[in-house]
């Protein structure tokens, strides 16, 4: 059977940075941006998305269209079996981040909800009373991983093609109603200078840190998810321009973000260190205090738009464990996609009622580094900040060392005038022969010997 693909280089771009853009940019970007003190946090950020995530995304895309295969499919179909355990890790990780994601984005659906209904559910008992009530969010994740898998199940130009050209420009344009409304706020000046006017002094090497790891899970890079969307797109597209349209998408949501959320932040003179909170807890606040009308209107708007943006990053996680069931156990689209879904929502269970529905796992472990975490902040932990450097680490490993750059650069030749060895291609090789490995490859070390070990060299070298 022919391999479904995306239609056009537009319905790719679009489904990959539909991928991209998601809980990370609106919801984990702003607080990152809040404790990382600010606009010097968004440079750094920006820095990384093009220097070191750009080329990792041309290795990823380039690899999934070589193979026409899922990830673990596609070490084999490039002829080395022995690096399938990277493919491995890309479906674990993507299982691991998309069990506890599904749980984050019900949450925002159910605000969303609540909301609407005119509960605002502001501050922190609010928000501790809805996450630990585990019927209610439950039902929410069961609606939002079965909406998910309604969408795949339907293939990819008929349902991942067709739910980004739709959710997409549905949210920018809520962001920008959002943003515009957000500016008319008083003190809305005070947040923008917060956010675009950096002070240097605030770069540590946590900051730094945070910024790399922030940047890397943004791109949704390191698990597998580009090399399966990439194993969708043709053959006669370019891929290092569209890796460049993905990228600048994504930064410019997340940099949008900013412009409705610290407006908003300053409006009511909260801290911007309010953490993972941030949206949860004080937005609402804000949103009461604009009046039950406007209130209701402004912040279900809000969590709405949150809730699209994370489906079409939903999408790209379950693809990856569907297109590996469909790929390698010859299981048809449907009832793969079923399965992932099912299997993938069991998994998050232990997640879900991780916040305050059971103590045991709320109080899951007690790391030497990183303290008391619970079961679905330990999730994330080896997933999103262990797991995914590594990967992307042994990817970049692979692409230059094993594949080899002269393969990479033939894949990336298809779709282009021939004309190549431009300077972004030479760039892309270096950057993932040498830049890569080293970034990736200190992250996951320092990620592993901080929080298990509780030997921190980010205090010790970069502060
Ligand atoms: N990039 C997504 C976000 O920012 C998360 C994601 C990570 C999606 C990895 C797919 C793969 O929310």
Redesign the pocket.
Known sequence: MQRDRFSSRLGFILAAAG???????I??FPFEVGQGGGAAFVFIYLIFCFVLCFPVMVAEIAIGRKAQLNPVGAFKALGYSNWVFIGYLGVIC?VL?LSF?NVVAAWAFGYFIDILFGHFLSGEIAFNEFVSDYIKIGAYSILFMGGTAFIISRGITEGIEKAAKIIMPLLLIMILILIIYALTLPNAIEGIKFYIIPDFTQITGKVIYSALGQAF???????G?IITYGSYFSKDSNIIHSAIAITLM?VGVAFLAGFMIFPFVFYQGIETTGGAGLIFMTLPRVFEALGPQLGIIIGSLFFLLLSF??LT?TI??LEVPTAYLVDEKKIPRKTATWIAAIIVFIIGVPSLLSNGAIESLTHFVTLKGAGEKSFMDFIGLIA?DTF?PLGGFLLSIFVSYVWKKENLNKEIALGTDGSSGNWVEGYVDIALTYICPLLLGAMFTITVLDNFFGISLLNRVLS
């Open positions: 991928s991209a853009v998601g809980l990370g940019n919801w984990k993507g981040i994601y899970f943004s791109l949704s890079l390191g698990m998810a994504d943006a994370a990053s790209s996680l999103n995914l």
